[in-house]
């Protein structure tokens, strides 16, 4: 294993790969990229739901977006890879006033930055949705270009670059100290001997604030166990009526519980936040959470009484505060960097995200307002948070 570096990633689901990559792109191809476990992507990376999607709350949040997804329609053809990007829409359902009346000023918001999202009544939404219950929906809003994109797909064309380009990829290592003299980070401790290097980045997912300590750098960044559901379409005979599920990979959300699913295969993908839940790193499958999510489910989409549940997946979220990532610098440690905290929706930003990182690293300037993502805010107190956290 190399002893040196002039950058070390610590992490390698979609983030760090991605900070692998648009660090070689600027010239720095001294990187080392370190995982510990055996393959790339087995976190929250390879553990979610693929969704990406324009509609956020916060502009920061609509800005990482726009050009993650541009990127994401280049994909192949820039990084290398394939990512079965399929952009069918993102719907969400709103059944309150106060949902509405946020969603009605969020729509502005996201129009504003030139982002094409359509508000539609109950019948609409249905119409996109073949099979969709919308009792008690007064509103929904609609955004064509979102769509579903694959995590592996995404996280290994980035590291595949990087490596063509020059990074070095160290599997089946962990970093278990991060070397600071002074107010200067030095390096690293891994399982396989110490790199030194003058700059040093978390990428660490649900395991942030961990590897933020061994730097003595509080980031506030807690796990919480979120369920995927993948229900397998009823035998043709044994049932006399089709399966009333939409044909496109459309995702839908009902924001008011959080129920979401799109179609995977012949089956459906599903899930839902548990608002019991407190912040655990368990991801053992609770499968007496299934009924409570079934009892929601059937409401908006009935299909779903008729399918059995094939198998089920747990992952964590690394939710910050405010539910707004860390992007930059981490405060009191020179040549520390953070891109942490993305709160159930960071495979999507991976682009934007580790773009941005890059450009800091090598001093370029990112020409976008991180103000939100600021490490420094939370002891600031000033935050404006993301509210589609789903
Ligand atoms: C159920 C579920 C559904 C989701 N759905 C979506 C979605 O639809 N759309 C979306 O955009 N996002 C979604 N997310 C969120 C998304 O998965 C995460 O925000 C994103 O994957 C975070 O990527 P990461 O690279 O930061 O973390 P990770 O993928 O967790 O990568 C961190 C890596 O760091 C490694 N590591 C940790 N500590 C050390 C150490 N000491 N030494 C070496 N390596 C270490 C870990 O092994 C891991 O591989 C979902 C998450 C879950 C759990």
Request: aromatic share 8%; charged share 20%; with cysteine.
């Amino acid at each position: 294993m190399k002893r040196a570096a002039d950058v070390v990633i610590i992490g390698g689901g979609c983030m760090g790969a991605s900070v692998a990559y648009h660090l070689t792109r600027r010239g720095v191809t001294d990187v080392v990229l370190l995982e510990r476990e055996h393959l790339l992507g087995t976190g929250s990376t390879g553990r979610n739901a693929g969704g990406v999607r324009h509609q956020f709350s916060n502009a920061a949040n609509i800005r990482l977006s726009i050009e993650s997804i541009a990127l994401f329609e280049r994909f192949s053809d820039e990084v290398g890879q394939p990512i079965d990007f399929h952009q069918d829409g993102y719907l969400f359902l709103l059944s309150t006033d106060s949902s509405v009346d946020a969603f009605r000023r969020n729509v502005a918001l996201q129009r504003s930055l030139g982002v094409d999202v359509e508000w539609l009544d109950a019948a609409a939404a249905t119409a996109l949705a073949p099979g969709l219950q919308a009792d008690g929906v007064i509103g929904a809003t609609f955004c064509r270009r979102d769509g579903i994109a694959d995590p592996n797909g995404v996280t290994m064309g980035f590291a595949k670059a990087a490596q063509a380009a020059g990074a070095t990829i160290e599997r089946d290592t962990e970093v278990t100290g991060i070397r600071v003299i002074g107010d200067r980070v030095t390096g690293v401790d891994t399982s396989k001997g110490a790199i030194d290097a003058p700059i040093v980045v978390n990428a660490a997912g649900p395991y942030a604030k961990h590897v933020g300590r061994m730097a003595g750098v509080d980031v506030p960044v807690d796990p919480y166990r979120r369920h995927i559901f993948i229900a397998r379409a009823p035998a043709p005979a044994s049932t006399t009526t089709p399966w009333r599920v939409p044909a496109s990979r459309i995702m839908v959300i009902d924001f008011e519980t959080t129920f979401y699913f799109h179609r995977e295969g012949a089956g459906l993908l599903f899930g839902m936040g548990d608002r019991n839940e407190t912040s655990t790193f368990d991801t053992t499958v609770q499968w007496d959470f299934l009924p409570q999510v079934i009892e929601v489910a059937v409401k908006r989409l009935p299909a779903l009484a008729d399918a059995s549940v094939s198998h089920a997946w747990a992952g964590l979220y690394e939710v910050t505060p405010d539910a707004n990532p860390i992007i930059g610098a981490a405060a009191g440690v020179d040549g520390f960097f953070l891109i942490n905290g993305f709160s159930g929706h960071g495979f999507q930003h991976s682009p934007a995200a580790g773009r941005v990182l890059a450009d800091l690293i090598v001093g370029r300037d990112p020409k976008f307002d991180l103000t939100a993502f600021a490490h420094a805010r939370f002891a600031a107190g000033t935050v404006a948070g993301e509210r589609y956290f789903v």
